[in-house]
């Protein structure tokens, strides 16, 4: 194996409760590259706003796992966080803890070294997540990055 870490920045669409949000997402993890597989603590940043324009933060952290086959990558995990947005009618935040789990596939566009761990990467992700206000999010998203 070979010591790993990543990161990524991209887009995503979020609908929070059926409201739809845009948002723009940064990924930071550290783990290890097997030859067939990839495990990573990750730290999830989201910022964006909703339809009705008000403020949304997702702060998460969790674990992703991911198969490889030669240069595409199938995987999923889990994720803890804190979802804020600004309220309609007062000067404060909504926050809410949540759990979810998601799905993703990548590929790695150009991958060198070692077992080739190190590689820029393009990654599709599907997020759904449940908050404790009941709050249902599901978050596709596209992301651009790199694994060293």
Known sequence: YVLSFKGDVGVTGMFVSGIPATAARVNLGFGVVRKESMHHALVEVVVGRTEADRSLRD?????????????????????????SISRVTR???????????????????YAWGELEAHAITLDVRMDAFLHASASGVFAPSAALGFRY
Request: a positive charge; charged letters at 15%.
């Open 59 to 83: 702060f998460r952290l969790g674990y992703e796992g991911s198969l490889r086959f030669g240069i595409v990558r199938l995987g999923g995990g889990f994720d803890a966080g804190i979802l």
């Open 91 to 109: 000067p404060t935040n909504q926050r809410s803890l949540g759990l979810g789990v998601h799905a993703q596939a990548g590929l790695d566009l």
